[in-house]
């Protein structure tokens, strides 16, 4: 089990709740299943931006000078692949400046350990705000190689948004970087015998992209 000291952001929105239950269902269908993915990404990625740092802008509106707010720093999301794809367009219609990184890494269908295909990052991480995405946390695995890379790469705080997380994904993650925030709806039961979450969503890949 994760200690109280987990850093885990349990994000329960009502909708977020009704989208999660729509990508848990195994008769929800691959385009169906793509649209709950934004929708629950568009939700937890505000989440996981709350604390944004902003500045105090002034624009001209049809009538008149108005102060206001905009993003003050520059955002980078990072897209673990393949899954981490389906929720990047949710966080780039939040964060349209956003620059994006890849990291693509594949777990081995027998051992579920993950090996790294591809990387391409954006420079001077160390001065953005990253997000990471990566729908699902099940050994964590996969999500501490990532965040290895992006603390050689020079990123500082690192935030996880995730759609299902089993708690020795968040256990790994919490001893590995311990500043990591993991955003999350849920941190499920426990991991089979193959890796998988239980009750999980299944093979996120594969029913986003119609591969089974
Ligand atoms: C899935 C998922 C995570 C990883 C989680 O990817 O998207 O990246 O498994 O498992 P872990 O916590 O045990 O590492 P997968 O390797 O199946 O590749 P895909 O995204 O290309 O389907
Ligand atoms: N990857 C998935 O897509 N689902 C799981 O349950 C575990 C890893």
Do not use: W
Not at 50 to 72: E, I, K, N
Not at 112 to 129: E, G, I, N, T, W
């Amino acid at each position: 089990m994760y200690s109280e000291r987990v850093p885990v952001q349990l994000v329960t929105h009502p909708l977020v709740l009704d989208a999660l239950v729509t990508l848990r269902d195994h008769r929800t269908t691959a385009d169906h299943f793509r649209r709950a993915a934004t929708r629950i990404s568009v939700l937890l990625a505000a989440e996981a931006l709350r604390h944004l740092p902003t500045r105090a802008v002034s624009v001209d509106t049809p009538l008149g000078p108005a102060d206001g707010r905009q993003v003050g720093v520059d955002v980078v999301v990072v897209p673990v692949l393949r899954a981490g794809l389906g929720m990047l367009d949710a966080v780039l219609e939040l964060v349209p400046g956003a620059r994006v990184g890849h990291i693509g890494l594949q777990r081995d269908e027998i051992t579920a350990v993950a090996s790294q295909y591809y990387s391409k990052l954006p420079a001077r991480l160390d001065s953005s705000y990253v997000v990471m995405i990566d729908p699902m946390l099940a050994t964590g695995g996969s999500a501490v190689a990532a965040l290895d890379l992006l603390a050689r790469a020079g990123a500082q705080a690192v935030r996880i948004v995730c759609i299902v997380a089993a708690p020795e994904g968040v256990a790994l993650v919490e001893r590995r970087h311990p500043a990591v925030e993991i955003y999350t709806p849920v941190v499920d039961r426990s991991l089979n015998q193959q890796k998988f979450i239980v009750p999980g969503l299944g093979d996120f890949g594969d029913r986003l992209y119609g591969t089974v």
